[in-house]
């Protein structure tokens, strides 16, 4: 009985502390518009702005996965072909050289959506469409289109559900495949898509409140349809300020979206996310600035001196262990001297190690083994000749 | 008397002209090898998979070398599977260029001097078992001194066949260490003959350390040191004794071959576990940070065994091997390794016990049919063990058809594996049908030179059987 308890303490404590004890090493942008027609630009538009500066400040293609219906650039409609603009200055054009989208047009579906975040794809799909995270990894999940209360309209013909949502978060941390999750959501109601949520390590923002609409900002008129939303569009504002080496945190990202402006309540949720929001630079999610450790030789050094840097800062629990190793090695050395005491009786043994000793201490192998087999072939043409 | 010191000086002549004949050609062999050496850069024979096998290429060699150069296990990645020994020896060579010129010159000529070394012993093999035949025919009497010059130099004949082999020039040119496999194979032969038990223990060590299947020279070779020479088998003798009835003349009748030397046997055993011991020491001591032992039987015999490589070769597995299904694969495998074992040592060995040279030419033959990689550096060997008993096989039938069985399909091996590979118009069914064939037709060679071995018996039976009548 005691027993049992001390076991389901311990897992509790592994439970708890397993957020805590992985090194965050990668960033990954899962990007979806879950829109698509013509009238639906400032999804697609949306989509890209934040791909762009996603891109722009370190996390590179392989790990953004980027889902789009895809048919705004080369859509008969289109007036400036293969260019999608967010402004109506037209200043950038989105749709560059290097734009890499996993999933396009019909596979934008709420299946391969699901697959992406749980994993579980078959087995012909190649790993450029899949989610490819582990425990370190920091995933950035950004969604835009047409929503209502606790649901997600994808193309027009299904819809995500806030649970199907909360279901495959779960999934994903069971399978610890992040570290921690930001979600962004641009879309009417867009709050109410991860009421459902649960799982630690998740934090979660939205445009709008239940009952509110978020608003597009302006429309083109030399497009014909509105080129952004407002949410995404003060979003950018706050990035285009930032590059890649600034310190900006969560915190100031969050507090810079005005009610009034937005003409909707951003509203996001922390209940499940340990840290402290002043003390999360944006780039954990939205950028890809990594902790880099120069090290001159091959590979002992990684773990020690990881180790040693995260020690002070994000875990003190650590340190004990270390310390308990070091005395362990003590421990360990003590027996193999006294093994060795008694192995120094039988003489045949202690010829063996002798002679093992002097072979380990013998560095030109090689040259050993050469001469013997110049020896060999001496003393086969000498016996050969001398035994008839 | 003066008849036979007239015969003898006369022989002594021609021994002398044949021997400058002999080194003549063996010289002209060298420079040959030499100028297709030196001169054509783009041959590119090492890439023939008729030449170079997963054992024998030197390129794997040379990347083997590098391997352990950078301090890793030469084993690692599957590239190399032979000998740390052959490493350590020839390593060096492959790294160390002339004057700029491609690296492997220098191996190609340790290659030259082990060619040149096979034949002088072939050489001295082929004229002991010359010498043992005479004698025997002539104890049989059924050879008088005037026809002496009946019986061909097999020595001469033998070494020359090796040295001028179209199979031999180009394994030695298209770096492989087929050479030297079969430099260690004619070792422990002439030991064996010669009654050397040293050299013949060091020879079939070497020969099964470097490639597996020369261990079944075993037998062979304990027959020659217990037997003595291939003779004619022993009821011969008996009845010229019953013929004669003399006392007097009983050592004349009596047999090259001796009763079995356990004593000799004996010897040649401890001296096989003598070189054994000392070859293994050798090798754990070379790969001993590398997984020691253990680690070099499963790359080397392990990957022989397995037959884990399955890039196409003249033989007839790879292509069964990558279609048999997984769960009988190692069925398959025990088939066909055991195959060799059972149908094929223990009855020649009991039918041919006489001849020993001639069951180790078999063997070998087989062992380079049923290989499981094999290459024509193997054919090399046994064509050449094959022109020592030209005086006993000289009754081959259909040799002209199994010779230009051999030439034809030697010939369009490399057509049928440019039409697969490289022009892509054929494809791995037209390169295994030559494999076939070309088993078939040495399988046909084998089976012909016993046919005719056991003919020739017969005819010596019946030779005796009439002389006693007369």
Same mark, same amino acid.
């Given at each position: 009985?005691?027993?049992?308890?001390?076991?389901?303490?311990?897992?509790?404590?592994?439970?708890?502390?397993? !957020?805590?004890?992985?090194?965050?090493?990668?960033?990954?942008?899962?990007?979806?518009?879950?829109?698509?027609?013509?009238?639906?630009?400032?999804?697609?538009?949306?989509?890209?702005?934040?791909?762009?500066?996603?891109?722009?400040?370190?996390?590179?293609?392989?790990?953004?996965?980027?889902?789009?219906?895809?048919?705004?650039?080369?859509?008969?409609?289109?007036?400036?072909?293969?260019?999608?603009?967010?402004?109506?200055?037209?200043?950038?054009?989105?749709? !560059?050289?290097?734009?890499?989208?996993?999933?396009?047009?019909?596979?934008?579906?709420?299946?391969?959506?699901?697959?992406?975040?749980? !994993?579980?794809?078959?087995?012909?799909?190649?790993?450029?469409?899949?989610?490819?995270?582990?425990?370190?990894?920091?995933?950035?999940?950004?969604?835009?289109?047409?929503?209502?209360?606790?649901?997600?309209?994808?193309?027009?013909?299904?819809?995500?559900?806030?649970?199907?949502?909360?279901?495959?978060?779960?999934?994903?941390?069971?399978?610890?495949?992040?570290?921690?999750?930001?979600?962004?959501?641009?879309?009417?109601?867009?709050?109410?898509?991860?009421?459902?949520?649960?799982?630690?390590?998740?934090?979660?923002?939205?445009?709008?409140?239940?009952?509110?609409?978020?608003?597009?900002?302006?429309?083109?008129?030399?497009?014909?349809?509105?080129?952004?939303?407002?949410?995404?569009?003060?979003?950018?504002?706050?990035?285009?300020?930032?590059?890649?080496?600034?310190?900006?945190?969560?915190?100031?990202?969050?507090?810079?979206?005005?009610?009034?402006?937005?003409?909707?309540?951003?509203?996001?949720?922390?209940?499940?996310?340990?840290?402290?929001?002043?003390?999360?630079?944006?780039?954990?999610?939205?950028?890809?600035?990594?902790?880099?450790?120069?090290?001159?030789?091959?590979?002992?050094?990684?773990?020690?001196?990881?180790?040693?840097?995260?020690?002070?800062?994000?875990?003190?629990?650590?340190?004990?262990?270390?310390?308990?190793?070091?005395?362990?090695?003590?421990?360990?050395?003590?027996?193999?001297?006294?093994?060795?005491?008694?192995?120094?009786?039988?003489?045949?043994?202690?010829?063996?190690?002798?002679?093992?000793?002097?072979?380990?201490?013998?560095?030109?192998?090689?040259?050993?083994?050469?001469?013997?087999?110049?020896?060999?072939?001496?003393?086969?043409?000498?016996?050969?000749?001398?035994?008839? | 008397?003066?008849?036979?010191?007239?015969?003898?000086?006369?022989?002594?002549?021609?021994?002398?002209?044949?021997?400058?004949?002999?080194?003549?050609?063996?010289?002209?062999?060298?420079?040959?090898?030499?100028?297709?050496?030196?001169?054509?850069?783009?041959?590119?024979?090492?890439?023939?998979?008729?030449?170079?096998?997963?054992?024998?290429?030197?390129?794997?060699?040379?990347?083997?070398?590098?391997?352990?150069?950078?301090?890793?296990?030469?084993?690692?990645?599957?590239?190399?599977?032979?000998?740390?020994?052959? *490493?350590?020896?020839?390593?060096?060579?492959?790294?160390?260029?002339?004057?700029?010129?491609?690296?492997?010159?220098?191996?190609?000529?340790?290659?030259?001097?082990?060619?040149?070394?096979?034949?002088?012993?072939?050489?001295?093999?082929?004229?002991?078992?010359?010498?043992?035949?005479?004698?025997?025919?002539?104890?049989?009497?059924?050879?008088?001194?005037?026809?002496?010059?009946?019986?061909?130099?097999?020595?001469?004949?033998?070494?020359?066949?090796?040295?001028?082999?179209?199979?031999?020039?180009?394994?030695?040119?298209?770096?492989?260490?087929?050479?030297?496999?079969?430099?260690?194979?004619?070792?422990?032969?002439?030991?064996?003959?010669?009654?050397?038990?040293?050299?013949?223990?060091?020879?079939?060590?070497?020969?099964?350390?470097?490639?597996?299947?020369?261990?079944?020279?075993?037998?062979?070779?304990?027959?020659?040191?217990?037997?003595?020479?291939?003779?004619?088998?022993?009821?011969?003798?008996?009845?010229?004794?019953?013929?004669?009835?003399?006392?007097?003349?009983?050592?004349?009748?009596?047999?090259?071959?001796?009763?079995?030397?356990?004593?000799?046997?004996?010897?040649?055993?401890?001296?096989?576990?003598?070189?054994?011991?000392?070859?293994?020491?050798?090798?754990?001591?070379?790969?001993?940070?590398?997984?020691?032992?253990?680690?070099?039987?499963?790359?080397?015999?392990?990957?022989?065994?397995?037959?884990?490589?399955?890039?196409?070769?003249?033989?007839?597995?790879?292509?069964?091997?990558?279609?048999?299904?997984?769960?009988?694969?190692?069925?398959?495998?025990?088939?066909?390794?055991?195959?060799?074992?059972?149908?094929? *040592?223990?009855?020649?060995?009991?039918?041919?016990?006489?001849?020993?040279?001639?069951?180790?030419?078999?063997?070998?033959?087989?062992?380079?049919?049923?290989?499981?990689?094999?290459?024509?550096?193997?054919?090399?060997?046994?064509?050449?063990?094959?022109?020592?008993?030209?005086?006993?096989?000289?009754?081959?039938?259909?040799?002209?058809?199994?010779?230009? !069985?051999?030439?034809?399909?030697?010939? *369009?091996?490399?057509?049928?594996?440019?039409?697969?590979?490289?022009?892509?118009?054929?494809?791995?069914?037209?390169?295994?049908?030559?494999?076939?064939?070309?088993?078939?037709?040495?399988?046909?060679?084998?089976?012909?030179?016993?046919?005719?071995?056991?003919?020739?018996?017969?005819?010596?039976?019946?030779?005796?059987?009439?002389?006693?009548?007369?």
């Amino acid at each position: 009985m005691k027993i049992l308890i001390l076991v389901m303490l311990l897992c509790s404590s592994f439970a708890f502390s397993s !957020g805590d004890t992985t090194i965050h090493t990668n960033n990954w942008a899962v990007l979806v518009c879950t829109s698509r027609f013509w009238f639906n630009y400032r999804h697609m538009a949306n989509t890209l702005s934040l791909y762009r500066t996603v891109k722009r400040l370190g996390i590179p293609d392989e790990r953004i996965i980027l889902m789009l219906a895809d048919d705004m650039a080369c859509n008969a409609r289109n007036e400036y072909p293969a260019q999608v603009f967010n402004n109506e200055n037209h200043k950038l054009n989105l749709y !560059g050289d290097n734009v890499e989208v996993d999933y396009r047009g019909y596979e934008v579906t709420v299946e391969n959506f699901l697959r992406v975040l749980t !994993g579980r794809h078959e087995n012909a799909v190649p790993r450029s469409k899949r989610l490819l995270s582990d425990e370190g990894s920091h995933i950035l999940l950004y969604m835009t289109g047409h929503g209502g209360d606790e649901f997600l309209k994808f193309q027009d013909a299904e819809e995500l559900q806030s649970h199907d949502l909360a279901d495959a978060v779960k999934q994903m941390k069971e399978k610890r495949r992040f570290k921690e999750l930001m979600i962004m959501v641009d879309t009417c109601q867009a709050a109410t898509l991860f009421n459902q949520l649960q799982s630690p390590g998740v934090l979660a923002i939205g445009s709008s409140l239940k009952g509110e609409n978020s608003y597009s900002h302006h429309l083109d008129s030399d497009i014909g349809v509105s080129v952004v939303d407002r949410f995404t569009y003060y979003t950018l504002a706050f990035f285009e300020r930032l590059n890649i080496y600034d310190n900006a945190s969560l915190n100031s990202l969050f507090r810079s979206y005005d009610p009034r402006q937005l003409m909707s309540t951003a509203y996001y949720r922390t209940d499940l996310y340990q840290r402290h929001l002043v003390e999360v630079p944006v780039t954990n999610f939205f950028g890809s600035v990594m902790e880099t450790i120069h090290t001159d030789s091959a590979y002992e050094a990684f773990s020690s001196r990881i180790s040693d840097s995260k020690i002070n800062s994000d875990m003190p629990f650590n340190q004990p262990s270390e310390q308990d190793l070091k005395e362990e090695l003590q421990n360990a050395n003590i027996p193999s001297d006294k093994l060795k005491t008694e192995k120094e009786k039988c003489p045949y043994t202690q010829m063996r190690t002798d002679f093992n000793e002097k072979l380990e201490k013998l560095e030109n192998v090689d040259t050993v083994v050469n001469l013997s087999i110049a020896v060999m072939v001496v003393v086969v043409i000498v016996s050969s000749s001398l035994l008839r | 008397m003066k008849e036979k010191k007239k015969d003898d000086g006369e022989m002594a002549e021609e021994l002398e002209k044949n021997s400058y004949r002999f080194w003549i050609w063996s010289i002209a062999s060298m420079i040959f090898r030499f100028c297709i050496i030196l001169f054509p850069e783009n041959i590119n024979l090492s890439s023939r998979p008729e030449l170079s096998t997963p054992l024998t290429s030197l390129c794997r060699l040379a990347e083997g070398y590098w391997l352990k150069q950078a301090s890793m296990s030469p084993y690692s990645g599957s590239m190399y599977h032979g000998s740390p020994l052959l *490493l350590s020896l020839l390593g060096p060579l492959t790294v160390h260029g002339i004057e700029g010129q491609w690296n492997h010159h220098l191996c190609s000529l340790v290659f030259v001097v082990s060619d040149i070394l096979s034949a002088v012993l072939l050489r001295a093999t082929g004229q002991q078992l010359e010498k043992a035949y005479r004698l025997n025919l002539r104890r049989l009497g059924l050879l008088k001194a005037s026809r002496d010059r009946g019986i061909l130099p097999c020595g001469d004949i033998a070494a020359l066949v090796y040295l001028w082999n179209p199979f031999t020039i180009l394994s030695c040119v298209g770096l492989s260490t087929s050479p030297i496999e079969n430099l260690a194979v004619i070792v422990s032969l002439y030991g064996a003959v010669t009654r050397r038990v040293p050299l013949a223990a060091f020879g079939l060590i070497m020969a099964t350390h470097l490639s597996l299947y020369p261990a079944t020279l075993v037998i062979p070779l304990i027959f020659l040191l217990g037997y003595g020479l291939d003779a004619p088998p022993r009821k011969l003798f008996l009845q010229t004794r019953d013929r004669e009835g003399e006392p007097g003349q009983d050592k004349l009748t009596r047999t090259t071959q001796l009763p079995f030397l356990w004593k000799t046997v004996l010897h040649f055993v401890f001296w096989v576990l003598v070189w054994s011991i000392y070859v293994l020491v050798l090798c754990s001591l070379s790969l001993k940070q590398y997984g020691g032992l253990e680690e070099m039987f499963k790359r080397t015999y392990g990957f022989i065994l397995n037959i884990e490589d399955l890039s196409p070769n003249i033989g007839v597995f790879w292509y069964f091997f990558a279609e048999a299904f997984d769960f009988s694969r190692n069925y398959f495998l025990i088939v066909f390794q055991i195959y060799m074992f059972l149908s094929i *040592l223990l009855p020649l060995a009991r039918r041919l016990k006489h001849r020993p040279c001639f069951i180790a030419f078999v063997y070998l033959a087989f062992s380079s049919i049923l290989k499981s990689y094999p290459s024509v550096g193997d054919a090399a060997l046994y064509l050449s063990l094959w022109a020592l008993f030209v005086n006993e096989l000289t009754d081959m039938k259909h040799s002209f058809f199994i010779f230009c !069985g051999y030439i034809g399909f030697s010939l *369009l091996s490399p057509v049928m594996h440019n039409l697969w590979i490289w022009r892509g118009t054929g494809n791995a069914n037209f390169y295994y049908a030559n494999a076939m064939g070309y088993a078939c037709f040495q399988f046909m060679f084998v089976e012909e030179s016993v046919s005719a071995m056991l003919n020739h018996d017969q005819a010596l039976k019946k030779a005796t059987a009439e002389m006693t009548k007369n």
